[in-house]
């Protein structure tokens, strides 16, 4: 199953508000972070994947990829574009971020 992607550009409902508003203001300590930086531009999609399956498999615990062959994919989302809803209860993922930010 595959979460649904949406961007959360403006729609023609002026009512409904999103969740999450951009924000420039965001800014994170890169000291003591445990997490290896990657120049994704440069790879293609089979490296990213090994990328991110090897992540999952060192987060997780996991002994192996067994669980995560086939289940694992790389997808290049442009600015603004939810990756999930909270209220979304079709939405089962976990998400790996290799570059960008989430805010």
Same mark, same amino acid.
Request: hydrophobic share 35%; aromatic share 4%.
């Given at each position: 199953?595959?979460?649904?992607?949406?961007?959360?550009?403006?729609?023609?409902?002026?009512?409904?508000q999103?969740?999450?508003?951009?924000?420039?203001?965001?800014?994170?300590?890169? %000291?003591?972070?445990?997490?290896? @930086?990657?120049n994704?531009?440069?790879? /293609?999609?089979? *490296?990213?994947?090994? $990328?991110?399956? !090897?992540?999952?498999?060192?987060?997780?615990?996991? %002994?192996?990829?067994d669980?995560? @062959?086939?289940?694992?994919?790389?997808? /290049?989302?442009? *600015?603004?574009?939810? $990756?999930?809803? !909270?209220?979304?209860?079709?939405?089962?993922?976990?998400?790996?971020?290799?570059?960008?930010?989430?805010?």
């Amino acid at each position: 199953m595959v979460p649904d992607v949406t961007s959360n550009t403006p729609q023609n409902t002026p009512q409904q508000q999103p969740d999450v508003q951009p924000t420039s203001s965001f800014q994170r300590s890169k %000291e003591g972070s445990s997490f290896k @930086k990657h120049n994704t531009d440069t790879m /293609d999609e089979q *490296a990213l994947l090994q $990328i991110a399956t !090897e992540a999952f498999v060192k987060e997780l615990g996991l %002994e192996n990829d067994d669980l995560l @062959k086939g289940n694992v994919q790389v997808r /290049d989302l442009p *600015a603004g574009t939810y $990756i999930m809803k !909270e209220e979304s209860h079709k939405d089962v993922a976990l998400v790996y971020l290799l570059s960008g930010a989430l805010l």
